[in-house]
């Protein structure tokens, strides 16, 4: 079927876009905008996914305190591939918009019965960058095929609580987006069911697997890996990126190492420390003092309360709640994946950042010594 996307010159199969080239349940394209206000009182996470073989589009807005009180607003609808301009995707009172590709993009909330709406124009400081490719197989099956983009840049807008308008001040906040399309490995998409009398899923030893993403006024400092419960490294990404406005090349980072702390109660980070090893063979540590967290799961990326990304709602859902994230109880069915919102000191330095986490299992570095 021919959908607008189809006047572009941008085809690379030869068929329409009202579908991707295989039937994967998992396969998803997802867009996401996330930050804090730096003093560590407020945070937002938003986004939007497609999922074209479940012919489902959904979208959320979670903000956080740092006391903990959590909002969150979850939409969803039956996907039309041939509705709506181009840039612009719609679910419910929620509109993702592209105003400028990969440079500025704009969320909004309309007002609603939940009590929570906002205006987020997010525009580029840095350069999009690109994600190593994510190709992993499991017993002969591609478990993982998935792209991502990132960007970090300056916010504008506002966000409202139940009357109470927040203005946001650009040089206050740090905010970052990423747009990931293909299929998914775990929360988000990958973690979806797939039907019964399947062969259960391979368990390994553990996992640990961390990203982070750090802005200092002259450079962007990302990297991601993840490990066995041994520590050997079996995917790694890293990049140095230096504002758009300098004109400068991307830099790379080719290896890191982490001295990390945890919390009691969770395999959360405490505090600790990074130490990246660039293309130039020079070292930099980056200390990590956490400021405040959000937890993905509450919007979707895993399921709660009978509800998660991906799941059929049919053309019209809105729902919302309200949790205290400070209740471990609660948290507990979502801690698989963890956002820790940061400050972070480099070279004399001082930036903020984000550092997100999955650890399970065993990992005897640190202690733990079975699931």
Known sequence: MLTPHDELLSHQLPTTFDHVSQSDLRWVERIVMYGFDKSGEINVMTGLARFPNRNVMDAYVMVTKRSGATRVVRMSTELDASAGPLGAYTVGPYTYSIEEPLQTVRAVLEPNEQGLSLDLRLRGRFPTYEQTPAFHRSRGRVSEDARRFYQNGVLEGWLEIDGERIEID???????????WGIRNGPGGGSLPEGTEMQPSEIPDGVLYYMGIFEFDDELVHFAQREHSNGERWQFEGELLYPTDTGRAHGTIIDVEHDLKFRAEQRVISGGSFTILRGDRSRSTIEVTPLCDFWPGL???????????????????LDGFGIDTTDLDAIRPVSFLSETLCEVRMDGKVGHGLVEMVFMGAYPRYGYTGW
């Open 299 to 317: 919007a979707g990326y895993q399921e709660f309360n009978g509800y998660a990304s991906g799941y059929w709602r049919g053309p019209t859902f």
């Open 170 to 180: 650009s040089d206050r906040w740090w905010f970052g987006r990423d747009h990931s």
